[in-house]
């Protein structure tokens, strides 16, 4: 009976056990952040504020890449049949309304164009040499604002990184202010702070610079055949003033001198 009895109180007394532990994890459970926001902006004034820039940084670069996409189009910046209606137009001879039509519709080719027939009267190198001129400019300006998209995906990763720092300086700070009396588990729950920022820095950054690559070759492309249209455009101009010259490369004969001299 007795070691029945003894085996009885032994069960007993080691239920209790597993208790410091659970209670152990019920505490870190309800001093833990909860949920991914709880995480994001718990790292205080500065971490908040960060955070805050970050997610300023993500909503403009959503807003440049959705406005490109509106904006940086074929339809946009070349309306279809616009090239062949200019050439027609200078085919018969109407420089005047070709003009006219080029101001009704503005884009990208019809700038080129206006530039093109404003030097008309000075040569087709001239006219060549203006709407050279005015394709960099068009290039160079749709360039300049796709090159936001590259900004934010060159700082938004620098930001996050300053906020992991910032972060990791707060975290060994509290350690030193006691002395190492602070647990591995503090420590390690200020460096998870501070890494937040920099993921949300690279996940804002990644598709930024990816869009801005993809807006840049479809720039690229967009202007290669601008460039062919504008030239396809103003070819009847061309055959025209290349044809003048030769019509005119023999002068008339000069009277015969009295005498034969």
Not at 160 to 183: D, E, R
Not at 222 to 250: F, G, I, N, W
Request: with cysteine.
């Amino acid at each position: 009976m007795a070691p029945v009895c003894l085996a009885g109180s032994a069960a007993l007394a080691a239920e209790p056990a597993p208790a410091p532990a659970a209670s152990a994890a019920e505490t870190a459970a309800q001093h833990g952040p909860q949920g991914l926001f709880s995480i994001i902006f718990s790292g205080g004034p500065i971490g908040v504020s960060i955070m805050l820039l970050l997610l300023a940084l993500s909503l403009t670069a959503a807003y440049l890449g959705f406005e490109h996409m509106l904006t940086i189009r074929r339809s946009e910046l070349m309306p279809d049949g616009f090239a062949d209606q200019i050439r027609e137009l200078l085919l018969a001879g109407r420089v005047v309304e070709a003009d006219h039509a080029c101001r009704q519709q503005p884009c990208l080719l019809s700038f080129v164009l206006l530039n093109g027939l404003a030097e008309l009267d000075t040569g087709w190198t001239a006219v060549e040499k203006a709407m050279e001129d005015a394709m960099a400019e068009q290039s160079a300006r749709l360039f300049r604002r796709v090159e936001y998209l590259s900004v934010i995906g060159n700082i938004a990763p620098m930001v996050g990184l300053l906020g992991t720092v910032v972060g990791l300086i707060m975290a060994f700070y509290q350690v030193a202010s006691t002395q190492g009396a602070a647990g591995a588990g503090e420590m390690a729950s200020g460096i998870y702070h501070a890494l937040v920022s920099t993921v949300a820095g690279l996940i804002i950054a990644i598709p930024a610079l990816g869009v801005f690559a993809i807006f840049r070759n479809r720039i690229d492309q967009l202007v290669a055949e601008a460039a062919y249209l504008a030239q396809h455009a103003m070819a009847p101009l061309k055959r025209r003033r290349l044809r003048a010259p030769t019509a005119s490369a023999a002068p008339p004969a000069p009277p015969p001198v009295e005498g034969g001299r």
